[in-house]
């Protein structure tokens, strides 16, 4: 695997039409490359553990290819869009490699999407197949509400099965493996995976082969991961960090991705001592758990050499803990996001433990600017919005020319605000953008606003975070009623139940406050947050994050 060398040579080349970009000189093209070279070299190395269900890259190559072929035979084509609505499962990269296999466009979607949320997502992007577990079997957008979804799969058992609905093991069981896969353009968008907007309407990020080469090995050059690594996918397979960060990864190593469907901490430690976990990366929240909850007495934990985070700001107690606990384990921070394929920023290993206030340095083939208000850079030191360019960038989003606007001149606008160093190190300090991170999970506030305004008798609503010292901030919905008393009547029972059924469940709101005055707004109307912030973290927190 040629491109796991350790001394990587770069060349600049032109992409997505006017795009200049620092590449790896010596890469794969395509997934589908990379894929089926590792499968080649070596067929019999462990590639997927979920439960008691182990597959080589032989044998997941063998699934993959005759899913491929089912699909096909379905009238699924190259460029049609497949959702994977499934949990963390050996069904996640077996469906995921047979759409590359196809040309088609995998679009994975979290299983803690409710149904409005899903029915736009299937329409947006014109999905013409569906494939769904057990877990997210409940929530589908019926059939005539999703017109140009022609083919459905269940992944696994499950009564609820409709006649229409086809079972994902007898497509595999009942077709011969394909024989020819399509070789796309680099460029060409491989996934599509929606992130939330300040509109309130999700946006379709195009990640493309490019992209996703390109994070594969940022991740691999950067943690200096070699043959047969070993990775525990703990948070969702199918966000840009289980999908970019681990899963690819292990491909482009021949590793193994182990498969941990619902997190629980004495599960993945015995997960991660039997299983010779060795890298993963996860949302600060874990690690605390972990250190919380976790029994570290008389285990063996000298395979795990790498301990990435990103999604949060991580704790320097934490931290400390963490290197206390497991001497031997290096923890990196890391940045990026789903519009920049994972990772723009990723803590050099030699600076781990002596820049603990950093989110890294920029990727090898990336570039980051820190730029103010009116499209000029800073000097080193001083704050900016970042902006972000690199091979790893999408081109656009799927049919949001409205959103398109956040790429500027090949850069990403990130909509944070943080500054760069001359030894290059990036720090953040603030978000231009309405959200909330729950545990690395980010809520877009006007989203959910949106949906809680609809609940009668609420007559304004703004959501802003309360800080948790586990989760990093949690959410608090500030509502205003002109009928304050029948409103604060069972509220959160009757609220929360109205949302459960229109928005993933870690959107809702931990806590209310209710009131019947105006929520305070500036001279220009804007609600002001930073007071409902500091009102908040008194009734529900600390103030100390907002002094």
């Excluded at 080349?13 to 080649?40: K, N, Q």
Aim: net charge negative; with cysteine; proline share 5%.
């Amino acid at each position: 695997m040629f491109w796991l060398d350790a001394d990587p040579a770069f060349i600049h080349e032109t992409h997505f039409t006017d795009r200049v970009v620092r590449c790896y000189r010596e890469r794969p093209t395509t997934i589908g490359e990379m894929f089926t070279a590792v499968v080649a070299a070596h067929p019999s190395a462990e590639a997927v553990v979920d439960g008691d269900t182990r597959l080589s890259y032989g044998e997941l190559d063998n699934r993959a290819r005759k899913l491929a072929s089912a699909l096909a035979a379905n009238g699924i084509t190259a460029g049609d869009r497949i959702i994977l609505n499934v949990d963390n499962g050996h069904q996640f990269p077996i469906a995921y490699m047979a759409a590359v296999f196809l040309g088609a466009i995998a679009v994975p979607v979290g299983i803690r999407q409710r149904a409005p949320e899903l029915k736009f997502i299937y329409n947006n992007c014109e999905a013409a197949a569906v494939l769904f577990d057990q877990y997210t079997v409940g929530v589908q957008p019926l059939a005539s509400a999703t017109p140009t979804v022609k083919l459905r799969i269940i992944c696994g058992e499950s009564a609820s099965v409709e006649e229409d609905v086809q079972v994902f093991e007898q497509l595999i069981d009942a077709n011969e493996p394909l024989a020819n896969i399509i070789i796309p353009a680099e460029d060409e968008c491989v996934t599509l995976l929606y992130t939330s907007g300040t509109t309130g309407q999700p946006k379709g990020a195009m990640l493309t082969h490019l992209g996703l080469v390109h994070t594969t090995l940022h991740w691999v050059h950067r943690f200096r991961l070699t043959f047969g690594e070993r990775t525990i996918v703990c948070v969702p397979i199918s966000h840009v960090t289980g999908l970019a960060a681990q899963l690819l990864v292990m491909f482009a190593t021949a590793g193994c991705t182990i498969m941990q469907r619902d997190f629980e901490v004495s599960n993945f430690l015995d997960l991660a001592e039997h299983e010779d976990l060795s890298y993963c990366i996860m949302v600060p929240a874990i690690y605390k758990l972990l250190l919380l909850r976790g029994d570290f007495t008389g285990r063996d934990f000298s395979s795990w050499r790498v301990g990435a985070f990103g999604g949060a700001p991580m704790p320097e107690a934490t931290i400390h803990e963490m290197s206390a606990r497991l001497p031997d384990l290096i923890l990196a921070n890391a940045y990026g996001a789903t519009e920049t394929s994972s990772p723009a920023t990723i803590m050099p290993l030699a600076a781990c433990r002596s820049v603990v206030d950093s989110i890294g340095t920029t990727v090898d083939c990336g570039e980051i600017l820190i730029m103010d208000d009116t499209g000029q850079e800073v000097p080193y030191g001083e704050t900016g919005e970042i902006w972000i360019a690199g091979p790893m960038v999408v081109p656009k989003y799927w049919k949001r020319p409205d959103a398109d606007k956040d790429f500027v001149a090949g850069f990403w606008k990130s909509g944070d605000i943080g500054s760069i160093d001359e030894d290059g190190f990036v720090r953040i300090f603030d978000r231009k953008k309405d959200m909330i991170n729950r545990g690395g999970y980010k809520i877009f506030c006007t989203e959910v606003e949106n949906v809680i305004s609809d609940y009668p008798g609420v007559d304004d609503v703004a959501l802003v975070p309360v800080p948790c010292e586990v989760l990093g901030e949690r959410v608090c919905a500030c509502i205003y009623t002109q009928h304050d008393e029948g409103l604060n009547k069972d509220l959160s029972k009757g609220l929360t139940g109205f949302l459960k059924v229109r928005v993933a469940d870690y959107k809702i709101p931990d806590y209310y406050h209710v009131q019947s005055e105006l929520l305070p707004r500036n001279a220009n109307g804007k609600i002001q947050k930073l007071v409902l912030r500091k009102l908040a973290a008194t009734l529900f927190g600390s103030t100390e994050k907002y002094q």
